[in-house]
């Protein structure tokens, strides 16, 4: 199970830090990641991190956004944040034949 929290209202070039714990998880071996959707867009991916730190991010957050993580927590740690990120941000946990979603928090970036 994730919980995700940190969500917020912030003016352009602000910052915000979401964190999302998983209960319960039973992989050694897994992903952590952050995913961000938009209304009458697909959920798009933003970065991930896996079990041994290994980080991926999209294009649109390099040199922004970092993510980081602590055992079962991962944070996304968003600055210089831009009104073109406002979307609800969802974490997911996934290992071989396995994923869970959190229930997303919405990130509202104010020009």
């Known amino acids: 199970q994730l919980q995700a929290s940190g969500g917020g209202l912030v003016q352009a070039g602000g910052s915000l830090r979401l964190s999302c714990a998983a209960t319960g998880s039973k992989f050694s071996i897994n992903v952590m990641g952050w995913y961000r959707q938009t209304p009458g867009k697909q959920r798009e991916l933003v970065a991930t991190?896996?079990?041994?730190?290994i980080t991926n991010y999209a294009d649109s957050v390099k040199g922004r956004f970092t993510i980081s993580r602590d055992k079962g927590t991962v944070y996304l740690q968003m600055n210089s944040l831009k009104p073109e990120d406002t979307a609800v941000y969802y974490c997911?946990?996934?290992?071989?034949?396995?994923?869970?979603w959190g229930q997303g928090t919405l990130v509202t970036v104010s020009s």
């Open positions: 997911k946990y996934h290992s071989t034949g396995y994923e869970s």
């Open positions: 991190i896996t079990s041994g730190s």
